[in-house]
């Protein structure tokens, strides 16, 4: 089933747990994702940035492949197919292609320009049906190019954003995309307060869930946190697997060269991570 985020966001802040937003790259990555959601009976939401976008073929592309998924494979369990960091241009553009979520990261705009860019989008998701996230204070590390600093959010800019009607907030609390240096500080869960405090049982988001230790996510999950965002993690498991087949010349024996081959140890790679992630974040059999 094809949903929004917006109830199954609301369900998980009420009964303090988060629902994964785990990034697509293909085909394998889809399917591994919906597969062990279906199977743990959790909720899940595909991100798929706008590089991702571009690089699956266009947003068309990708609403096809997730709703013949949905049928072929018999997915009843909720899926979203959330755009991830969007600009305003890319939201026009997913939510016209039948995105169910969009993101508009509007952070590294002067708060007026981002308060005015996502009230124009809450009107038209609203129209829609569709759920949209806003985003306060630049999550920090490299996201297909776009570079931020790691910001922590202001709680008044926050409630100024959430008060526009939007669906989830994803506010900077120390976290970053990709993997934390050594001397990583951690999140900061004063300001999670603060944000949570402020924003008025706003469901939040957690960005860059790879790495973070596991009592870090299950303090930010009690203090407001619903959808946490995971891609490095599965980026890193898909590519050790593919490399370990290929070291130990497995595509070399036989017909080992076959892509359905070749790809399957990263696709159970992906499966087992999003379950190990699943769990950590409650959302199994939450459907
Ligand atoms: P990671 O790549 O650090 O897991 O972050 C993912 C993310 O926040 C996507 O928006």
């Not at 969007?86 to 590294?108: P, R, T």
């Not at 081959?261 to 199994?284: C, N, Q, R």
Request: aromatic residues 6%; hydrophobic residues 40%.
């Amino acid at each position: 089933m094809l949903v929004s985020a917006k109830e199954i966001l609301i369900k998980a802040f009420n009964e303090k747990y988060a629902v994964g937003q785990f990034n697509i790259n293909n085909l394998e990555w889809t399917k591994a994702i919906m597969t062990t959601a279906q199977e743990t009976n959790s909720p899940v939401i595909l991100g798929v940035s706008e590089g991702a976008a571009k690089y699956m073929g266009g947003y068309k592309t990708i609403v096809g492949m997730v709703n013949g998924l949905i049928e072929d494979l018999k997915i009843t369990v909720p899926v979203v197919v959330h755009l991830d960091h969007g600009s305003y241009d890319g939201c026009l553009k997913a939510l016209e292609a039948g995105f169910s979520s969009i993101m508009f990261d509007g952070s590294h705009y002067s708060i007026e320009e981002n308060i005015k860019l996502t009230s124009e989008l809450v009107k038209i998701t609203n129209e829609k049906g569709v759920s949209l996230e806003a985003e306060v204070g630049s999550i920090g590390g490299e996201e297909d190019g776009v570079i931020g600093t790691g910001e922590i959010a202001s709680p008044t800019e926050c409630k100024a954003i959430a008060d526009l009607g939007i669906d989830m907030l994803a506010a900077g609390i120390g976290n970053i995309h990709g993997k934390y240096p050594e001397n990583w500080s951690g999140l900061d869960f004063n300001a999670l307060t603060e944000i949570k405090n402020a924003t008025n049982e706003k469901p939040l988001v957690l960005h860059g869930g790879t790495g973070i230790p596991e009592n870090m996510i299950t303090e930010a999950i009690s203090l407001g946190v619903s959808k946490i965002n995971v891609n490095t993690e599965c980026q890193l498991v898909f590519a050790e697997a593919t490399r370990k087949y290929i070291e130990s010349g497995k595509d070399l024996e036989g017909k080992g060269f076959d892509p359905r081959k070749l790809l399957d140890p990263g696709y159970k790679a992906i499966k087992a991570i999003v379950k190990e992630k699943m769990e950590l974040f409650g959302s199994i059999n939450r459907a």
